[in-house]
């Protein structure tokens, strides 16, 4: 293929008519076709632009069981690095006690958390609870999501201390009664949460309320970690 012009857009990226016309006008001053995958055709096909190719992409791996095994082996050699990190992380934690870990964490995991999720969908989520949010408390509201769940990943090294009562000073609930009329009436509820705070500790004072609790849980991908 002699490629006259590149044109960049970002992965999946949702086209518009002025894109589609404007790659229409560029094909046509440069006298060339315009040439796409089956999987952006897929983007624009609602715009029904005859003058669009698409191009058949197929994949073959050589020595497909090979690759297999070696992907395997960097998942298991990842979740290894995961576990001692993990480990060693919540080891620190027990010797500086929950109050520290949890603020430490929180901290940690607002500087490096941006690194392992991409901030365009954390922005994107939040934009759809909150239409109408403004740059700087969008921002604000990222740094407290990675404070929370820096501060959840410190508290899982004391879930123990927290089903012992010996937390109990830590956790406030309000709409006791509710439970309690739960409790009495017998009858099969439906509890929603949402991840505030360290939503790990709802299951537990449920079940401390001594109301009968059914979880859905899906297993840790890491299977030294679960």
Known sequence: LNILKEMEFPDHYNYTKKDINN???EANN???????????????????ESKIKIMKV???????????????????ISYLIQF??????????????????????????????PFFRSKTIIHSNIKRAIADVDSKNLENITKLMWNNYGRLFAEYMFIKDFRDGKLSNKIQINGQEIL???????????????????????????????????????????????
């Open 84 to 113: 001692f990190f993990v480990i060693t992380s919540f080891m620190i934690f027990k010797i500086i006690g929950p109050g520290l870990s949890s603020k430490l964490s929180g901290k940690i995991f607002e500087l490096i958390g």
């Open 30 to 48: 440069l006298n060339c076709e315009i040439i796409t995958t089956e999987k952006d055709y897929q983007r624009i096909y609602n715009f029904n």
């Open 58 to 76: 197929e994949l073959k791996i050589v020595d497909s069981e090979k690759l297999i095994q070696l992907l395997t082996w960097m998942k298991y």
């Open 180 to 226: 309690d009329k739960i409790k009495k009436s017998n009858k099969q509820v439906i509890f929603i949460s949402g991840h505030f705070s360290n939503f790990e500790l709802m299951a537990m004072c449920l079940e401390k309320a001594g109301i009968k609790l059914s979880a859905i849980y899906r297993p840790l991908n890491n299977i030294f970690l679960n």
């Open 23 to 25: 790659i229409l006008n």
